[in-house]
């Protein structure tokens, strides 16, 4: 019986880590994920603020300064509409903005819940292991109120698997059915949750060639618009800042917004793609499926054995007493003393000899 506790304790504890390492898996991927989804956001709003800001200032500027020549101005004007397009085109690529559902929430809900059960199941696991430690000892010792202390907490132990191993079997049912097919699962309720549009979340879950970038067209068009500002200062260099000298600031401004801009923009294009998210989800549902699923099989052997054994022990431990020497009420009494039963019985038939 206590090696059978002692390798279900040993199980126990792998088990308990693996299940830790599987949900540590899941919290990570969604911190990363929640680190790429706000660097779209703040790379979107930054841009948009930058282009904004240089549409306000610079171009107005460019436009007073250039006033005399019209065809200039109109070069000018049409880099103004090209830019205020290109921040229209990318506040659409900001997806997760406004959504009332955050992964790093999400994350850190899992890692409260995740500390309490780790730590729970150590506290079961030591008490397991405490127990078994004094129910040997007080049967070596064959004392009798120990082993009365030690079924009364084997019962109380027993009580906790069968407990523990009904949590634990509910639990394992029901991630194994999640993950026979968590796509659509997963895509339903982040769909319900979220209300994003059913082609953004496809492309992120699946990153299969089915399925096409819903941000493609406004990569497209935002290039495009890019290049052609790109190639309108280009010629209003060329054209203006021979005539208006005053002309040079603020195209050199434009000019270092636009690379700001087209730096942003490819990063933009490279964190929009559904590789580095749909790692995130892959990896989450690896250490959902794989760890944490295996770590639970192994915690519900454990509270098996566990139960077995503490079974086995609560109706051994009656047998056991009964084989016990009857123990000498009077072994630790002094023998001087007055008190003692002994000398009082000596007493009376001393006085009965008189």
């Excluded at 989804?37 to 107005?60: F, P, Q, Y």
């Excluded at 007080?138 to 191993?165: E, H, I, N, P, Y």
């Excluded at 434009?254 to 294009?269: A, D, I, P, R």
Aim: overall charge negative; proline content about 3%; some cysteine.
């Amino acid at each position: 019986v206590q090696r059978q506790d002692s390798a279900g304790i040993g199980i126990g504890f792998y088990g308990n880590s693996e299940t830790s390492d599987g949900v540590s898996q899941l919290s990570s991927a969604l911190l990363h994920a929640n680190h790429t989804l706000s660097t779209i956001d703040h790379l979107v709003w930054e841009t948009v603020e930058r282009l904004g800001e240089a549409v306000r200032t610079e171009m107005t500027t460019l436009e007073e300064v250039l006033a005399q020549r019209m065809e200039l101005v109109a070069a000018a004007r049409g880099a103004r509409r090209q830019a205020e397009a290109v921040a229209q085109q990318l506040q659409g690529l900001a997806f997760w903005h406004g959504v009332p559902v955050s992964p790093l929430q999400v994350a850190e809900d899992v890692s409260f819940v995740e500390e309490y059960r780790w730590l729970a199941y150590v506290l079961l696991l030591l008490l397991v292991l405490l127990v078994c430690l004094f129910t040997l000892l007080g049967l070596a010792k064959q004392s009798k109120w120990l082993v009365v202390v030690m079924t009364a907490m084997s019962l109380l132990v027993l009580v906790l698997s069968w407990g523990s191993m009904g949590l634990e079997a509910a639990t394992a049912v029901g991630l194994s059915d999640f993950c026979s097919n968590p796509d659509t699962y997963i895509l339903n309720v982040t769909q319900e949750e979220t209300g994003l549009g059913s082609d953004i979340l496809s492309y992120y879950f699946l990153c299969n060639q089915e399925v096409s970038n819903p941000f493609q067209q406004r990569l497209t068009l935002s290039q495009r618009a890019l290049a052609n500002i790109h190639s309108q200062l280009q010629g209003l260099e060329r054209e203006a800042i021979p005539q208006f000298p005053a002309a040079q600031k603020p195209l050199l401004s434009l000019e270092e917004t636009l690379n700001m801009t087209e730096g942003n923009f490819h990063q933009l294009v490279a964190l929009l793609h559904c590789r580095s998210l749909h790692k995130d989800y892959g990896t989450a549902l690896r250490g959902l499926c794989e760890d944490a699923l295996e770590g639970l099989l192994f915690l519900m052997l454990f509270s098996l054995l566990a139960a077995g054994a503490l079974a086995t022990t609560l109706c051994s431990l009656p047998r056991a007493w009964v084989l016990f020497p009857p123990s000498d009420d009077y072994e630790d009494t002094d023998d001087d003393d007055p008190f003692n039963p002994q000398e009082s019985k000596r007493f009376v038939q001393w006085q009965s000899s008189i």
